[in-house]
């Protein structure tokens, strides 16, 4: 386990040399170079001249390359000229906000996904499981933005139950934890939705292939319970291929963070990534679309390690 371990380790370590160096040269691909893209295509040229100066932008391509790392590996991720603040700073302080979204859509999309995996699974060929698929399809399709609109109109606007957006009404106090929950539950919703139509399609399809196995006809012949049979063999034997999907679904949450936060006014990297394009704050964008590429190597590792440790006889090609 631990050879295959380093394998991935040094594969991560390739990927992640790879992604920083195509995000550097992408920024060079922009019309006019980086600091038309800082500064408008409108900026006169001194202007450019003085901000590829601050920049470092003069000199040859090759140091500006080898700076770019010394600056990563320092954590030196640029300054934000709309924000005026270092672009490490401001995503600290979203990120914990981000973190909080994703984890719970996360475990809700995980626990339905599960559920309905089985559920589909053990119905496939007849009617409930024709219709969870239809629900899979349709939820997948549907835009987060429109999903988003949709629940703020139903449980904000007409029910009156739920805040519209943000993320806190009280700043503290007994009730700050339940205010907390009630602002997080629309995005949430939101957020998990898509990612529970993908997973639980995913899964039904384990979940049917391990119902065909032998092993499951010896398991009703011996006269065991059908939930027992889904929970005790089929759960764990169609789990290990859903985790690696889980992993490369790490990303998929911050994308459509996007979206998501940006119809709920909620103040994550999701919303300062929107925000930033807009202002066309190209530091920033760049550090948080470096942290999407970094959350998918992450995710994939992550995913390698959770099955080794679930079959210690998994081995990789």
Do not use: K
């Amino acid at each position: 386990m631990m050879r295959v371990l380093a394998q991935r380790l040094a594969t991560s370590a390739l990927s992640l040399v790879l992604l920083v160096t195509m995000v550097f040269f992408m920024i060079y691909a922009t019309p006019g170079g980086p600091a038309y893209s800082i500064l408008g295509v409108h900026a006169s040229p001194l202007a450019v001249a003085a901000l590829d100066r601050q920049m470092g932008l003069e000199h040859p391509l090759w140091q500006q390359y080898l700076t770019w790392w010394i600056h990563l590996l320092h954590g030196n991720l640029g300054y934000s000229f709309t924000q005026h603040a270092p672009v490490i700073d401001l995503m600290g302080s979203y990120l914990h906000n981000t973190l909080l979204l994703d984890a719970v859509a996360a475990g809700l999309a995980i626990t339905l996904s599960i559920a309905l995996g089985l559920l589909q699974g053990a119905t496939a060929g007849r009617g409930l499981g024709r219709v969870i698929g239809a629900w899979q399809i349709v939820t997948y399709s549907l835009p987060s933005f429109f999903v988003g609109t949709v629940l703020i109109l139903v449980f904000a606007a007409d029910l009156g139950w739920l805040p519209p957006g943000g993320i806190r009404g009280s700043t503290g106090g007994p009730g700050f934890a339940a205010d907390l929950w009630r602002h997080l539950l629309l995005p949430a919703v939101t957020l998990a939705l898509p990612l529970t139509a993908g997973l639980s399609r995913y899964f039904g399809q384990q979940v049917r292939h391990e119902y065909r196995e032998d092993y499951v006809r010896a398991a009703r012949a011996r006269g065991l319970a059908p939930l027992r049979i889904a929970l005790a063999h089929v759960l764990r034997n169609a789990v290990r291929p859903l985790v690696t999907v889980i992993g490369l679904s790490v990303p998929a949450l911050f994308v459509g963070g996007v979206l998501t936060e940006s119809v709920f006014n909620y103040p994550g990297l999701g919303w300062l990534l929107w925000r930033s394009a807009l202002e066309q704050d190209y530091p920033t964008v760049t550090a948080l679309v470096l942290l999407i590429g970094l959350l998918t190597i992450l995710g994939n590792l992550l995913a390698d390690i959770i099955n080794s440790l679930l079959d210690v006889q998994v081995r990789y090609d």
